[in-house]
């Protein structure tokens, strides 16, 4: 599934085509993806404009004039594909697929765009979905009413990370991972993350606070780390994991930065360390991490 650099890279390759134009014509080829189109889903895009496109964990946000919102979650295999006019085979905005190609099969919804561009929507295993609802009501919707702060905003802070953490018995990645505290942060980046701050995911997320509240060392580390590693994965165009692309149509790169995901068995990055990678499982999700250097 692909994680927030992923979404945003995306982002980023959806917007000059989208962002300040209207919908000319939109073409829902099917009834639902993971779940129903909302009711009049064309009639309610068609003539409209989409003021902007923003990102809120892993959704895309598109605010359209009148006062609605179009989110859209990729799922699994989720992929848009832009042609412009006189463009041979078009490019993808951060096409992501688990091995699915572009067969037109599953091409699911095509916007038609003011200016020539057209956006397709492809997703074969039909995991993602689209919503339309009034934007006065994001906030209570239930895809986003549990959502925690976002890990590029100016809220993640030791002082935040130390108050969510404070007292709890759940161990680091786990608590790392829970959209209600930090929305968008999945598994290879909170590896990532903890491998560069030096801490092991199997310690109890309570180390991040003192007894007194105040933040911990361990704290101090992590949030800047966090947005470090994001950041990074953003300037390389996200992590290619079985075909992902950006909007030029090349791979994303980040994963060859890597220093734990993927690597078990290697020796640690880490100058000095003389570890090796491990590979254990938490909650069902593979977690890698050198057990000599993160405590």
């Given at each position: 599934?692909?994680?927030?650099?992923?979404?945003?890279?995306?982002?980023?390759?959806?917007?000059?085509?989208?962002?300040?134009?209207?919908?000319?014509?939109?073409?829902?080829?099917?009834?639902?993806?993971?779940?129903?189109?909302?009711?009049?889903?064309?009639?309610?895009?068609?003539?409209?404009?989409?003021?902007?496109?923003?990102?809120?964990?892993?959704?895309?946000?598109?605010?359209?004039?009148?006062?609605?919102?179009?989110?859209?979650?990729?799922?699994?295999?989720?992929?848009?594909?832009?042609?412009?006019?006189?463009?041979?085979?078009?490019?993808?905005?951060?096409?992501?697929?688990?091995?699915?190609?572009?067969?037109?099969?599953?091409?699911?919804?095509?916007?038609?765009?003011?200016?020539?561009?057209?956006?397709?929507?492809?997703?074969?295993?039909?995991?993602?979905?689209?919503?339309?609802?009034?934007?006065?009501?994001?906030?209570?919707?239930?895809?986003?009413?549990?959502?925690?702060?976002?890990?590029?905003?100016?809220?993640?802070?030791?002082?935040?990370?130390?108050?969510?953490?404070?007292?709890?018995?759940?161990?680091?990645?786990?608590?790392?991972?829970?959209?209600?505290?930090i929305a968008g942060l999945g598994n290879?980046?909170?590896?990532?993350?903890?491998?560069?701050?030096?801490?092991?995911?199997?310690?109890?997320?309570?180390?991040?606070?003192?007894?007194?509240?105040?933040?911990?060392d361990h704290a101090a580390r992590l949030?800047?780390?966090?947005?470090?590693?994001?950041?990074?994965?953003?300037?390389?165009?996200?992590?290619?994991?079985?075909?992902?692309?950006?909007?030029?149509?090349?791979?994303?790169?980040?994963?060859?930065?890597?220093?734990?995901?993927?690597?078990?068995?290697?020796?640690?990055?880490?100058?000095?360390?003389?570890?090796?990678?491990?590979?254990?499982?938490?909650?069902?999700?593979?977690?890698?991490?050198?057990?000599?250097?993160?405590?």
């Open positions: 599934m692909p994680e927030l650099p992923e979404v945003e890279t995306v982002r980023r390759g959806l917007e000059p085509v989208m962002s300040g134009r209207r919908f000319i014509r939109v073409e829902q080829r099917r009834p639902d993806l993971r779940f129903p189109f909302p009711e009049d889903f064309p009639a309610r895009l068609q003539g409209r404009r989409a003021m902007g496109i923003d990102r809120r964990a892993k959704y895309l946000m598109v605010e359209i004039e009148g006062g609605e919102v179009l989110a859209m979650h990729l799922g699994m295999s989720g992929r848009f594909r832009i042609a412009m006019p006189g463009g041979p085979n078009g490019r993808k905005a951060g096409a992501f697929a688990l091995d699915a190609g572009d067969d037109p099969a599953h091409d699911h919804v095509v916007f038609t765009m003011e200016g020539g561009a057209t956006i397709t929507y492809n997703d074969a295993r039909r995991f993602g979905y689209m919503s339309l609802m009034p934007a006065t009501e994001v906030p209570s919707h239930p895809h986003f009413r549990n959502l925690g702060i976002e890990p590029l905003g100016p809220l993640l802070t030791p002082e935040y990370l130390a108050g969510a953490a404070a007292g709890r018995k759940s161990d680091l990645k786990a608590f790392l991972m829970d959209q209600r505290i290879i980046y909170v590896c990532e993350a903890l491998f560069r701050a030096g801490l092991s995911p199997r310690r109890r997320a309570g180390v991040l606070a003192r007894r007194s509240g105040a933040p911990s949030a800047p780390v966090i947005r470090q590693v994001l950041e990074a994965a953003i300037a390389a165009g996200g992590s290619t994991l079985r075909d992902y692309k950006h909007t030029d149509g090349t791979l994303g790169y980040f994963q060859h930065d890597f220093a734990v995901y993927g690597r078990e068995g290697e020796p640690c990055p880490r100058p000095g360390c003389g570890g090796r990678i491990r590979r254990i499982v938490q909650a069902g999700r593979s977690t890698f991490y050198c057990p000599q250097c993160q405590r």
